[in-house]
């Protein structure tokens, strides 16, 4: 009897490529869309994230449509094909060049796992995959980019494979604006840049203020909100969630207001302050959030926008691609720039990240912000929300991969340094002296931190799924807590 190895592949879809060979073809982006047209749309995938990792199912009918490689799998009818494209959905956006023709998009499969069989013959790989279903029909026209808007997956339907249930949302404005900041060259060669409709808006007002209100409560049920900010905050999220909420004296929510916003947009990574937002909705669009009002602004001299928060009655603070800072103190009306953090080079904007890249920290304290770059050793500036000058903290040599700096109790820290191979620092300083301390986590690999007492002397660190470190002596000693037991239960 031949001997038989199985493993179970957990594999990207970089790697997929070697498993599915031809019948599964890498999707290049050329500069020019040719004689071709091009497939948009993108996923909201709150409830599936793993979606994102999927890439696009797509059949045609050979007998209609040149098929190329006629090797894969054919189901349904002799002539029909189905294939799969690597790396056609980016970021949650499909963006994948197809010959003219008649399609169905079946789908969305990823690879879970697979196996190998060692015979006399050779070795033979057998992978198994989830598809989860959309069955949506449309069609590919030379020089043109059909879309197929924004597909949303049920979040109130049992989860079950056979029981998913997409609609599907108008997504004009936010993919625009995502292809001609990530995609510019494809999609500037398009005979046209307005896009022919491959979808019908099928879920209602009713239903997609329903969805709305699902996400806003589930974000709200997470703990981020209830440490940093007052009882009256905006809460953000996918799907144009933006929405007014009061909070309990015992962690009740209630949410008083759902903002009437673009409806697929992404504003997960809005900075809020209170009860006002500012949201980066293009490089250089922001949306602001002041007195239960939605405002609108463009500012060309800051872009590309980055990052972006509210504060005070009336401030705006927004970081560019270089880490220049655009700060207004009246809403929008005036703006002063701080070039004291300037890049010699700006961030490179990745083809596979969302337009809202996020790179900077930006962290409110009681009187003025700190803003650093994340997964850095530095610089963190500070200025105060007055008005007054920014300046650069002096930081110990021991300090790399912020991501977090918090007040409390008087002091300022900067979170745990997540280091791969030797044990972990937690740093703080008094803010009355300006002096640092530097405390050895007796563990590495750890990413975030919460303190939770006014005094600062309870903090807690989540050091992996592994153990959360824990002291109540503000460093002295350490003890261990499983995850399940701690404040970090459920993230």
Known sequence: MPRIRKSLLQIIPAIYLLLTGCSAPLVLLPDDVGNDGLLVGQVSSITWPEISLSDP????????LDAGDESVTKSGSPNVVKKKYIGGLRANTIVLPLAPGEYTLEGFQRLVGGESFSTPAGTYSRNSYITYPVKKKFTIHSGRATNLGMIVIDPFMQKSKKKLEPFFLDNT???????????????????SKDFINGYKVSLSAEKLNRLRRYVTEKTVSGKRWRYHHPNDVIVTGKNGTLARIVMGSEGSAQIKKLFDAYSVADYSNCGVSGSRAVCVVSPEIILLIDDDQIKWRTLPDAKPINTATAFGEKGILLIDDSRRLHISYDNGSTWTQYTGMQKKEPIERSKYEPIDVNSFGIYLGESGYYVFEKNSDGPIVYADYSGGKHHSMNLPDTVENIMQVEEKGDRLFIGPSKTDIFDDKLHYMSLSSQQWKVIEVPTNLCSKMVILDEEANHIELFCGERDVQVTRNQGATWSKKFVSAS???GY
């Open 487 to 489: 404040y970090f239960n």
């Open 173 to 191: 404005y936010e993919l625009t604006t995502f292809l001609e900041d990530r995609h510019s060259k494809i999609f500037n060669s398009l005979e």
């Open 57 to 64: 199912l797509i059949s045609f009918d050979v007998g209609k």
